[in-house]
């Protein structure tokens, strides 16, 4: 059962405690636990009930064995359920106003417990370092596509004109370049996909509670970098592929 309604000190001779602690403590089964004693603070207390283990700090973080006491001459921190349709101004105005009533010289220190949790947990500020660094990595990257393919195509256009001569179609020359490059782009994904899987396990690993591998997630990225570095390709073969061959087998 729960903690007993308090009416004088003697509530804080009782505590729950979860799972994690009747295994710490080898009371055996939780059913079992319920109605021993322990020394808290050199003091005797009787578990009244076992709570099942939870996350209650940080997800980083096993679970740890907890034990609740009622004890006021501990208490610190007063939390204060608010409607939904509350203004929070004018709930902060009416909280300050009681604050100094009975503090005066003392300033009022709070924090809206969803605005915490969510600072908390949500790593904005790690989050746009890593997407401005991707972007930094994603169009240096492009640039050198777009460079390796420029260089490439320029250094064929004799090839290219002795293949249109030959009787090769537009569609059959820009398929033979862009081969050459597909299979570079095949190939580093291949050897990127597990790299960046293992690493992802590697950083799961840093937390107790996470969602996994979002395998998906990382194929999408690479075949959509896949169809952006076609397409780059395809607009360059297919530029060069439709010079005239008269001009290309004459240039230097």
């Excluded at 076992?50 to 004890?71: A, I, S």
């Excluded at 390796?148 to 020359?173: C, L, P």
Aim: charged residues 15%; positive net charge; aromatic residues 14%.
């Amino acid at each position: 059962q729960n903690l007993p309604i308090p009416q004088s000190d003697s509530a804080q001779n009782f505590v729950l405690i979860n799972e994690k602690a009747v295994s710490k403590l080898r009371l055996g089964s939780p059913q079992e636990a319920v109605g021993k004693t322990l020394y808290l603070n050199n003091n005797l207390v009787q578990i009244t009930g076992v709570l099942k283990d939870f996350c209650h700090f940080h997800y980083q973080y096993e679970k740890q064995p907890l034990v609740f006491q009622y004890r006021p001459s501990a208490f610190s921190l007063l939390t204060i359920k608010v409607d939904e349709s509350t203004n929070q101004d004018a709930f902060l105005a009416d909280m300050q106003s009681i604050w100094k009533k009975h503090y005066p010289y003392k300033e009022m220190g709070y924090s809206w417990f969803e605005k915490e949790l969510y600072d908390r947990y949500y790593p904005a500020e790690d989050m746009k370092m890593m997407g401005v660094a991707s972007m930094v990595i994603f169009v240096i990257a492009l640039m050198g596509l777009i460079g390796m393919v420029t260089y490439s195509t320029e250094k064929r256009y004799k090839e290219i004109g002795i293949r249109k001569v030959m009787g090769a179609s537009v569609w059959e020359v820009v398929k033979i370049l862009s081969w050459s490059f597909m299979k570079l782009l095949l190939i580093a994904g291949l050897i990127a996909i597990p790299i960046g899987y293992s690493g992802g396990i590697i950083f799961n690993s840093l937390f107790t509670f996470n969602n996994g591998i979002n395998i998906s997630l990382m194929v999408y990225f690479f075949g959509l970098i896949l169809l952006i570095a076609i397409l780059t390709i395809a607009y360059y073969t297919t530029k060069a592929a439709l010079i005239n061959p008269v001009n290309s087998l004459k240039s230097e």
